[in-house]
């Protein structure tokens, strides 16, 4: 009996490079979780790569790693994109039916989404992705699926994902010189949202924010589809940095007690508390001092992201609230923080669809980037069956669209 095909996901934080190798499991939906790990990361800032060879090398030894958990060669891998370059657009696309009889075919679908994508960018930025929002047929919008309907003029909503040419090209070069290939990139957030998200959250409203070390995105979706995304240049690192200066500590030290005496309640006692209780050196502090300093930075994130939701008219404004995930969502009282500073329903999310792997919120983007593999080797498999690699106005449309940007 033929082994199952390996499915890895790759996510290349500013602060740790996580792995996830995974198979199909037979008869489920699930995937079923080989070797997860993680490994520090160098040679990245601020979500961006900025020294490929440094970067290869961390990939090489995560890798490497997860070779001897699974005892077989990985040689590809799904990727995540990120960095705050990566911003997002609304485009709108029209053709005319090409048919004598009306019906719109797929081919009338990708000379659509193909319109939409020609606008105007600024100098080295380039389309990473594409989310149709609607398709309008003769007029009439709402419309989800437009293959097979009749009409004489085919329009499209959608919004494109896009980001710095130079820093993609980066991440293209670091995974080639650590002696791999890349399958498919997606950005972090939408790995994100793939792997806690349920189609009801994205149906009734709902907006997932990964408080990173370096960067937090945010995510919103409605009517089951991306509406807005964007990524803010500021993370849990910036916590420790805070900590650090304020204590007058070193940073190691600083992410210490950020971890273990860190909470999002500013309500904290004010008896001195040492860092480290067996020796005598290190910082001696307040727990309310802590509290305050990783709460006002907290608070600046939720700031920022107000903003964003704001923008799009969806602050106060979303049933299935936002949900939280990233390293920096572990924080104690995070949810209750957010809930009041949203004013909406708040949660921690964690990985759905694996069979065996601990709910972690930090491994998001990871499992998301091993459940966008999965879909896209079945549709690559019903594509390779059925002579077509078109299944509907979603996903599998888009990565079939994307093949075509040179």
Not at 190 to 206: F, M, N, P, R, T
Not at 377 to 383: I, L, R, V, W
Not at 390 to 401: H, L, M, Q
């Amino acid at each position: 009996m033929a082994k199952s095909p390996l499915i890895t996901g790759l996510d290349i934080g500013t602060s740790t490079i996580k792995i996830l190798v995974a198979v199909k499991k037979a008869q489920s939906s699930d995937l079923e979780v080989l070797y997860a790990g993680q490994k520090p990361s160098f040679g990245v800032r601020r979500g961006v790569i900025v020294d490929a060879e440094e970067v290869a090398r961390c990939v090489k030894n995560a890798v490497k790693d997860a070779e001897l958990g699974v005892g077989q060669e990985i040689d590809s891998f799904y990727v995540n994109i990120g960095g705050s370059h990566i911003f997002c657009a609304m485009s709108h696309g029209l053709v005319s039916v090409s048919r004598a009889d009306q019906k719109i075919s797929e081919e009338d679908i990708n000379r659509v989404l193909l319109a939409a994508q020609t606008i105007s960018l600024s100098s080295n930025k380039e389309i990473i992705d594409v989310y149709p929002r609607e398709f309008i047929v003769d007029g009439e919008g709402g419309v989800k699926d437009a293959t097979g309907m009749q009409g004489v003029r085919l329009e499209v909503e959608v919004l494109l994902v896009a980001g710095f040419s130079p820093y993609l090209r980066t991440l293209d070069q670091a995974i080639l010189k650590s002696d791999y290939k890349i399958m498919h990139r997606l950005p972090s957030i939408i790995a994100d949202a793939k792997s806690i998200l349920s189609a009801q959250q994205k149906e009734l409203g709902v907006a997932i924010l990964d408080i990173g070390a370096a960067t937090s995105s945010l995510a919103v979706y409605e009517e089951g589809d991306l509406i807005h995304m964007a990524v803010l240049p500021i993370g849990s690192a910036n916590i420790t940095n805070d900590i650090a200066i304020g204590l007058k500590t070193d940073v190691e030290i600083a992410e210490k007690i950020k971890i273990e005496k860190g909470t999002c309640s500013s309500k904290g006692g004010t008896k001195k508390i040492k860092a480290d209780a067996e020796k005598e050196e290190g910082p001696v502090f307040s727990q309310k001092i802590i509290s305050k300093i990783i709460q006002d930075r907290v608070l600046e994130i939720f700031d920022l992201v107000n903003k964003e939701l704001k923008k799009i008219g969806r602050d106060k404004k979303l049933p299935s609230g936002i949900i939280l995930c990233g390293g920096g969502a572990k924080l104690p009282k995070i949810e209750e923080l957010a809930k009041k500073e949203f004013k909406l329903t708040a949660k921690i999310g964690t990985p759905r669809g694996f069979a065996n792997i601990d709910g972690d919120p930090a491994f998001a983007t990871v499992c998301g980037l091993a459940l966008e593999g999965a879909e896209l080797e079945e549709d690559g498999q019903k594509g390779e069956e059925s002579g077509s690699f078109i299944k509907g106005a979603g996903g599998a449309i888009v990565k079939f669209i994307k093949n075509l940007i040179p």
